[in-house]
């Protein structure tokens, strides 16, 4: 994960394929591609898993409510898909008890939830970790005791997964470059190569960071650009149609003491919608919205009627919490790149599938698709794009485990080890092996080349030296946001922190003492626009 190598190798070599993306569906398509032996370069304009990709549920699910729209197949590749990632990166995606509450006047009763979950349990087969149970309101509520009481009809629990979503899109990226594939991150696409004949033969691409345009050359071209495709179709094709329907998704995090539950729980907005309530360390998340955006994919905002929205469902169901818009200790938005339906549906209504689409010139690109089930996209496109090289062979390698499952993952006496030597509460040591696997010990390995007067900052400063050196991190906010959860799920959002970071991010990329502030303000900026709702005056109820 060299970039500069990464980018030199751009320039010079010639690709079978050239995906352009860096989230979940380029880095599988990449990685997929490079497994069957073919040549694959892999650009991204911003960060890898730099939008939808690290802004999601953090779910790896099925989707339950979308049997309600008979889409059989999508909801039994998902299932699994998710079996496959739990053997593919157990470090990373975890079995997780989720319970449905149903209640008087619910969209979905009793008894079609316990038809769709045992759809859900069939699909599985037999290596579904908790096959579900109907249950009682009263045990239900010995479960989570601070459900809401008043018409609770009963409801169940199921198995389903939670992940890190940037992180997992990051261990997909470092298997391609491990099989051969040439990624770089900050490297936009500009415009396409093409014959005498009008078709694609490559690309022009600028490396953001250095503002040196180059060529790939490349044999075909697959766009991955989630939100962005129809943009990048354009610069092939001007008068393309559009082909996406962008919809918002926020989601909100709290203290874990504030909301104290102990399982994934499925919540409703009043409009009906399913959302979830999400522990995640010490912290719960709670989410999420999904509204039409027609706006610049770029745009990420949390605005006030989002959080009227996703919190009027939290206090609803969970009312002795009392939780309000002070207990909000961050969040994010992300656009989904769903596939544009012929007629105006409700945004939750509208299929998670993914189709291709190609125009005259030979350019595929990818609209739609699941963060579950990218690795069955990926080698369905590879398929299509390459039929030469389908073969069922390619299964095993292409469910093998990822990077950070290569290896004894840390077991209870390492990490403890660990937090006697290096110092720090057993929670964090935890959190970290569940991000990094086996790297755990590359990641100690940088924490004890470091001093600091506190053990987490050191252990957040070799973070940061962990994902320059093996993670292709280029700015403070990349550390902050995506290579680490000082973000999203510390209470401080990792700012006490940002000088020291800067410092050791700076010695080793060679950063002047201006390039550090620069870092320190861009990543300051991005912090306040999380709580940019708070300014907004007076409050709308959100559709």
């Known amino acids: ?46 960060d890898f898993a730099y939008a939808t990709s690290s802004r999601s549920t953090k779910l790896i699910h099925g989707g339950l409510r979308y049997l309600k729209n008979f889409e059989f197949r999508l909801v039994r590749e998902s299932v699994v898909e998710r079996q496959n990632l739990l053997f593919m990166a157990p470090h990373l995606v975890k079995a997780t008890e989720f319970l449905f509450p149903v209640y008087e ?39 989570e005791p601070w459900l809401r009481a008043d018409r609770l009809q009963g409801g169940a629990l199921y198995a389903d997964c939670r992940t890190d979503d940037g992180r997992l899109t990051l261990e997909v990226i470092q298997s391609a470059a491990a099989h051969g594939a040439a990624v770089a991150n900050y490297v936009k696409l500009t415009g396409f190569r093409k014959d005498g004949r009008g078709q694609i033969v490559g690309a022009t691409v600028a490396d953001q960071l250095s503002g040196e345009a180059f060529d790939v050359r490349a044999s075909r071209v697959v766009a991955a650009a989630g939100p962005w495709a129809d943009a990048v179709r354009r610069l092939d094709d001007p008068g393309a149609p559009s082909i996406l329907r962008l919809t918002k998704g926020v989601h909100l995090v709290v203290p874990h003491r504030r909301l104290p539950i102990r399982h994934a729980v499925v919540m409703r907005g009043r409009d009906g919608r399913m959302m979830f309530a999400v522990p995640s360390g010490d ?68 299929s998670r599938d993914y189709k291709l689409f190609r125009t005259d010139s030979g350019l595929v690109t990818v609209g739609g698709g699941k963060l579950t089930a990218f690795r069955a996209m990926a080698s369905h496109i590879v398929d299509d794009v390459f039929p030469a090289t389908r073969s069922e062979a390619h299964l095993a390698a292409s469910t093998a485990l990822l990077p950070g499952a290569q290896g004894k ?129 007076g409050a709308t109820a959100a559709v």
């Open 105 to 143: 006047g619910d969209p979905d009763p009793l008894w079609m939830l316990h038809v769709g979950l045992t759809l859900y349990d069939w699909f599985a087969g037999r290596t579904n970790p908790i096959p579900h149970r109907m249950l009682k309101p009263g045990p239900l509520r010995e479960r």
């Open 1 to 46: 994960m060299n970039r500069t190598e990464m980018i030199q190798r751009l320039a010079s070599e010639p690709f079978d394929l050239l995906v352009v993306g860096g989230g979940i569906t380029g880095a599988g398509v990449a990685r997929e591609a490079a497994l069957r032996g073919l040549k694959v370069g892999l650009v991204e304009a911003n």
């Open 409 to 537: 993952l840390p077991d209870e006496q390492q990490k403890r080890r660990l937090a006697g030597e290096i110092g720090t509460a057993g929670s964090l040591i935890d959190r970290l092996a569940d991000r990094y696997g086996t790297a755990l010990a590359q990641v100690a390995d940088e924490a004890r080349a470091v001093s600091a007067p506190d053990p987490e900052l050191r252990w957040r400063l070799a973070q940061a030296r962990h994902a320059v050196k093996a993670e292709m991190a280029v700015h403070l906010l990349d550390v902050v946001q995506r290579r680490t959860d000082l973000m999203l799920f510390t209470p401080h959002n990792g700012r006490p922190y940002l000088p020291a970071l800067a410092d050791e991010m700076g010695a080793l990329l060679g950063w002047s003492e201006a390039q550090k502030q620069a870092e320190i303000a861009a990543t300051e900026r991005e912090l306040d626009a999380m709580f940019a709702w708070k300014r907004e005056n």
């Open 283 to 350: 912290c719960t998340y709670i989410g999420t919205t999904d509204t039409d955006h027609h706006g610049d994919p770029a745009a990420y905002s949390i605005a006030r009627a989002d959080v009227d929205y996703v919190v009027d469902a939290a206090r609803r169901l969970f009312p002795e919490a009392g939780l309000s818009e002070e207990d909000i200790i961050a969040g994010w938005s992300g656009f989904r790149p769903l596939l544009k339906p012929e007629n105006e549906a409700n945004p939750s209504a509208t």
